[in-house]
């Protein structure tokens, strides 16, 4: 790797993590919104940097310069119990992988124990599906190239338009898009990259690049906290040990799930639902219903029984 590529991965991941910190990227906030309080704002900022992602990837394959497309996976029951592992791990974690990296932004420690979690839970000798290939994205990448680029430009006339541009690109559903462009950089500089995928990696000794994965996670987490900062949300959360250990289980059956999918939200809903890959999309589905199913239990429960 050129020093000009290690220093656009490290960048990406760190500019990566400020996105997520500001952004609305959390599956189990964006569940809980559309359930508790009838707002999409949440789901529809991930839907929209899903597109740009799949529009980006449409843009670098005609460019020829993505040299090595997202795998593909055969969709089968497995694929199933890990989505269901993914959202209830995500549940009791009270946040997705993504809304982890967020809240160690914000100076809740605690949640620095889900990485390790879900590293733990890597470490379980669950074998992963063999991928079936690494087919184009698209058999027309033309076909989503063209109305991307209208998107582009139009999400871009607006930045010029706004009276700060900066403020403006900080408002949470930009700031998700920004974590969509970082997706891309990574990819091209070192190949798809997710953090989870690393800590998966790191755990099952797959990867030579063990250092390269390892840095770019610091920097990832490094990069929420000094969006934290900017923000002014950095505070100190004292851990409780009942929260280290809801993050430890909830992390570690994420972990699990995300081998049996494999993959989890960040790379599935980032890169597999506009790939239109099944396994994504199944996955990406059950973790969903999951998610939604356990909130309404929960308020069930809580609800106090009528005289």
């Not at 670098?60 to 089968?76: E, F, H, S």
């Not at 099944?278 to 308020?299: C, E, G, N, S």
Request: glycine share 12%; hydrophobic share 60%; proline share 6%.
């Amino acid at each position: 790797m050129t020093p000009a590529l290690l220093i656009l991965a490290l960048a990406s991941a760190a500019m990566m993590g400020l996105a997520i910190q500001r952004g609305a990227t959390c599956m189990v906030a964006a569940v809980d919104a559309a359930i508790i309080e009838r707002s999409y704002g949440r789901a529809l900022a991930l839907g929209e940097a899903a597109l740009w992602v799949g529009g980006l990837l449409a843009v670098t394959q005609l460019a020829g310069v993505l040299t090595m497309p997202p795998a593909l996976y055969r969709a089968t029951a497995l694929t199933v119990a890990g989505g269901v592992l993914l959202g209830f791990g995500a549940w009791i974690n009270r946040a997705c992988v993504f809304g982890a990296v967020a809240r160690i932004g914000s100076g809740q420690w605690a949640w620095l124990a889900t990485p390790v979690g879900f590293f733990l839970g890597c470490l379980i000798p669950i074998a992963k599906p063999e991928a079936t290939g690494h087919p184009a994205p698209f058999a027309n990448a033309a076909l989503i190239a063209v109305p991307f680029g209208a998107l582009a430009v139009w999400r871009l006339v607006e930045v010029v338009r706004a009276p700060g541009a900066l403020a403006h690109l900080w408002h949470p559903h930009r700031a998700t898009l920004l974590i969509a462009v970082t997706f891309v950089t990574t990819m091209l500089s070192v190949g798809l990259w997710a953090y989870t995928d690393a800590l998966a990696a790191i755990a099952k000794a797959m990867d030579v690049r063990i250092g390269l994965r390892g840095a770019m996670v610091v920097a990832l987490l490094a990069g929420s906290i000094l969006g934290g900062w900017f923000a002014g949300k950095i505070r100190w959360v004292p851990p409780t040990l009942d929260d280290v250990v809801r993050c430890l289980v909830g992390g570690a059956l994420m972990g699990a799930g995300g081998l049996l999918v494999p993959g989890t939200n960040d790379g599935l809903i980032m890169v597999g639902l506009p790939l239109l890959q099944p396994h994504a999309w199944i996955a990406v589905t059950t973790m969903t219903l999951t998610i939604a199913a356990l909130i309404l239990l929960a308020r069930h429960v809580r609800r106090p029984a009528v005289a």
